[in-house]
T-cell receptor, first 115, second 110 residues
Framework: DSGVTQTPKHLITATGQRVTLRCSPR?????VYWYQQSLDQGLQFLIQ???????AKGNILERFSAQQFPDLHSELNLSSLELGDSALYFC??????????????FGPGTRLTVL | EDQVTQSPEALRLQEGESSSLNCSYT??????LFWYRQDPGKGPEFLFT???AGEEKEKERLKATLTKKESFLHITAPKPEDSATYLC???????????FGTGTSLTVIP
């Protein structure tokens, strides 16, 4: 158990809909990262927050957005969902600002299925 | 362009048969290289961080090494419980992004 929690574990929805994925980092960690993992593309970095502020942005679509709240939990919002958005979404946390010298601890993931 | 390539894609070993996994990277200045283990349907589990060429780290049957262009994960006398996908990631000095390879799926046969 990494100490990172994600809800829900599974999510099934229809195209065009909007969903919210939630992540609680390990106690004391200030950085939260979001990743998308699909079979054909591997693990893709989406976005990082540090203590409530966006710190780095990767291959995140404009239909996707995220935020980190004062209690440090984070939410990833996915809107106008398409079939291709079906994937595992992971959250990871670390203690550092850039995460550069800190290992990331991954949550169990949310499996999103768009029908 | 920053990128990570792992090889082989899949590897089958007999129990006790040692081997190595490769991670080649192209990055404009390396801040850190990371190895993770991922079991099916679970999140990646951190194994090692390497910072500079020549560095080595060990944990049980695993040993990670780093050169200026690639990293190796050596598995000595593997056991069936070592079966998993092993992921390599790099972080460049510019920015806070992490770039992951597609992984090597390791199967250790009893």
């Amino acid at each position: 158990d990494s100490g990172v929690t994600q809800t829900p574990k599974h999510l099934i929805t229809a195209t065009g809909q909007r969903v919210t994925l939630r992540c609680s980092p390990r106690s004391g960690d200030l950085s939260v990262y979001w990743y998308q993992q699909s079979l054909d593309q591997g693990l893709q970095f989406l976005i990082q927050y540090y203590n409530g502020e966006e710190r780095a942005k990767g291959n995140i679509l404009e239909r996707f957005s995220a935020q980190q709240f004062p209690d440090l939990h984070s939410e990833l919002n996915l809107s106008s969902l398409e079939l291709g958005d079906s994937a595992l979404y992971f959250c990871a946390s670390s203690g550092g600002a850039g995460g550069s010298y800190n290992e990331q601890f991954f949550g169990p993931g949310t499996r999103l299925t768009v029908l | 362009e920053d990128q990570v390539t792992q090889s082989p894609e899949a590897l089958r070993l007999q129990e006790g048969e040692s081997s190595s996994l490769n991670c080649s990277y192209t990055v404009s200045g390396l801040r850190g290289l990371f190895w993770y283990r991922q079991d099916p349907g679970k999140g990646p589990e951190f194994l090692f961080t390497l910072y500079s060429a020549g560095e080595e780290k060990e944990k049980e049957r695993l040993k990670a090494t780093l050169t200026k262009k690639e990293s190796f994960l050596h598995i000595t006398a593997p056991k069936p419980e070592d079966s998993a996908t092993y992921l390599c990631a790099v972080q460049p000095v510019t920015g806070n992004q992490f770039y992951f390879g597609t992984g090597t799926s390791l199967t250790v046969i009893p």
